[in-house]
């Protein structure tokens, strides 16, 4: 059997036994591939759709839709009921919320040693913590490929396989995009670690209902590659670089620019970004970390203005603008008063200045109060390798009485 005939099958056919075994703490049940439904199961999805009176009347794109809907265990027993249902479940793409696939991660319960893999996550639920979820890691052994996972039952059970004469790293790859491909690439985060990812022999077109991306590669092409493969309007976005390109890959200005980054609410970055002023000032987020390369100390005192007038960003959280280079303060402040925290306020929020200190570090820390509402401000933490902004006081009332109430986004 080639590699992809048994890829095929992994993702498709022994699979389902996988999941099957993921989700009962039984072993010796037999397989979904073979064993019929049972009467509790049935009538479990009887409840779900409603009842079976009208089911063989449906039209296919009915039975479809009730299909879509249904999480992968109950789907895969329906499979069971008939061909014709067997047909419509396996025409129907799996609801799958979220795929990872990261290279060289440890897994101490495999190996105490580290060695050369490539993980593959795919989760069915939203929810990490629901369990419906899958990993799988890929790994060398000799010509053929090695694929591990756990299966707890008191103890770690180390299951594993082997695809004959060809290489994990592109098998994970593939496996991964099979399971894209099965839910007809409708995954709403998608999540890709990985220093070499097969571009080339990829069949991901277009993701369109990925909301959260994050990307590590080592370079801008990569970066490009899998911007073009989302909707322009995201969630949240992440780009990161290995720790030793952090400080020399630097996103250029017609990078940043681009719609997925310059509208995403929830924007971070793990590298230097060419940010102008002027594109700084046209964020949309609400939340961003990234290595400020040409933003200016005007550009900041501008930032801060707007927020201070109400032209920021609605629910603006936080900014952290990181930089090696030595702030003008007077620039930064100008044309507004700000009140030091040393003094008066320190003594008043106190419980809230050390909780700063300890989570955001200190610095030299300066409140910065809205004209619109003067009890809501922001707090501006200058520090030797980064300017933070942080929304940190909200008006509040109690028993008839408006106050100021301090704390980290």
């Known amino acids: 059997m080639s590699s992809d005939d048994e890829g095929e099958q992994l993702s498709f056919g022994l699979f389902g036994d996988l999941l099957d075994e993921m989700h009962q703490d039984i072993s010796d049940q037999p397989t979904l591939a073979t064993r019929r439904a049972t009467q509790k199961e049935f009538d479990v999805l009887c409840k779900l759709i409603g009842g079976f009176e009208k089911w063989s009347v449906l039209n296919e794109d009915c039975r479809r839709e009730v299909v879509k809907n249904m999480d992968y265990w109950t789907r895969s027993r329906l499979g069971t009921c008939s061909k014709a249902d067997h047909e419509t479940v396996n025409t129907t793409p799996i609801k ?215 032209k920021g960003v609605p629910g603006f959280s936080r900014a952290l603008l990181w930089s090696r280079r030595q702030a003008d303060k007077p620039v930064l402040i100008r044309g507004f008063e700000v009140r030091q925290w040393e003094g008066d306020f320190e003594r008043e929020a106190s419980g809230f200045c050390g909780d700063f200190e300890r989570v955001c570090g200190r610095g030299d820390c300066l409140q910065v109060y809205s004209l619109i509402d003067p009890y809501e401000s922001l707090t501006l933490s200058i520090m030797d390798d980064r300017i933070s902004i942080y929304a940190t006081g909200w008006k509040c009332t109690y028993d008839g009485r408006t106050y100021s109430d301090y704390g980290i986004p």
């Open 96 to 310: 799958v919320h979220s795929i990872e696939v990261q290279d060289n991660e440890s897994h101490y319960v495999l190996s105490p040693e580290d060695f050369d893999n490539v993980l593959v996550r795919v989760q069915f639920h939203h929810d990490f913590n629901s369990g419906k979820r899958f990993e799988l890691v890929f790994s060398q052994l000799g010509e053929d490929t090695q694929i591990r996972w756990v299966k707890y039952m008191g103890r770690a059970d180390v299951r594993s396989l082997i695809l004959k004469n060809c290489n994990y790293y592109e098998e994970a790859t593939k496996f991964a995009e099979k399971w894209m491909k099965r839910c007809n690439f409708e995954i709403a985060v998608l999540k890709v670690e990985m220093s070499q990812y097969p571009m080339a022999s990829s069949i991901i077109k277009f993701l369109p209902c990925c909301k959260d991306l994050r990307i590590a590669a080592d370079d801008l092409d990569a970066f490009r590659w899998w911007l073009q493969k989302v909707p322009e309007q995201l969630d949240s976005l992440q780009l990161l670089t290995h720790e030793q390109e952090r400080n020399t890959l630097t996103l250029p200005g017609d990078f940043v620019g681009l719609p997925q980054i310059m509208t995403v609410p929830s924007l971070y970055f793990w590298c230097r970004a060419a940010f102008s002023d002027e594109q700084f000032l046209e964020l949309k987020a609400k939340s961003m970390s990234f290595n400020a390369v040409n933003i200016t100390d005007n550009g900041i005192n501008q930032f801060l203005k707007n927020w201070i007038n109400g």
